[in-house]
């Protein structure tokens, strides 16, 4: 697990490493040019499970131009020095961090536990800005199994055909 306790500080100077292997890291404005690489690295299949359709290099650059930093959030996982996953806070004007949106993006996959632990680092980075509960966007059924069953405190909102992770105080487990 990468955050061993939620009260610490995730959030170290830009681009450093946690205590974990493949440590969490939240990018910055400033490392725009990193996180665009990393986008525009995706193979044509990793570019359909992050978009859900076909995107070419000159729409991620359109996309990553437009972005407000004042209601994005990126949080990485890296090993050795080549980020592997990225997940991705959407707050919003209207309702600032209250609810955001939480999407993943992974580099040739990842395994459950790699996968649980890059949500974990994104509820911790939501959690820090005052999110009561955040949805996530679509990432397959896999992690939805995954992360209602591993005590995310999620539930599916059929309403919107979102999962929906509520936040608590308390540490995760």
Known sequence: MLIANPQESLFLPPARQLDARQGAVEFHAAQEARLLSYFLDFTSEERLAR???????????RWRARLNW???CAVGCEDNGRLWGLAELFGAPVIGWKQPELTLSLHNGANEQERLGLVRAALHAARTRGA???????DGP???GSLVSRGCHAELDRGRGMLVIHLTRGPLR
């Open 51 to 61: 978009f859900r359709y076909a995107v070419s290099d000159a729409s991620i650059r």
């Open 70 to 72: 004042n209601w994005y």
């Open 142 to 144: 896999d992690s939805w």
């Open 132 to 138: 009561s509960s955040l949805s996530l966007l679509w």
